[in-house]
């Protein structure tokens, strides 16, 4: 069964960091990313990784954000710097598998940031 397992959220103050963490499991993947999804707004692109580990990062987020990830450890990371009350979101994990090239999703982790 493959799996997205994403944890680290929670609630922190402006100016503050966090960072999330994206277990994967049952399949191997290629390309990596974390997205975010406000109250009232779409679900938009934070940060993707590929397999060997070109990144890529929204506007928003740049300089304050980094993607990593631990291929020993099916592990993707999101260390989230200089946090601002309007990075208040759902933050979603996905994966593209290399078996497959299907797209899986993480349950997502409630991240607040409070002013």
């Known amino acids: 069964q493959v799996q997205l397992v994403e944890s680290g959220g929670g609630l922190v103050q402006a100016g503050g960091s966090l960072r999330l963490s994206c277990a994967a499991s049952?399949?191997?993947?290629?390309?990596m990313g974390w997205y975010r999804q406000a109250p009232g707004k779409q679900r938009e692109l934070v940060a993707t990784i590929t397999s060997s580990g070109y990144t890529n990062y929204a506007d928003s987020i740049q300089g304050r954000f980094t993607i990593s990830r631990d291929n020993a450890k099916k592990t993707v990371y999101l260390q989230m710097n200089s946090l601002k009350p309007e990075d208040t979101a759902v933050y979603y994990c996905?994966?593209?598998?290399?078996?497959?090239?299907?797209?899986?999703w993480g349950q997502g982790t409630q991240v607040t940031v409070s002013s």
């Open positions: 049952g399949s191997i993947f290629s390309a």
């Open positions: 996905n994966g593209l598998t290399v078996a497959d090239n299907r797209l899986y």
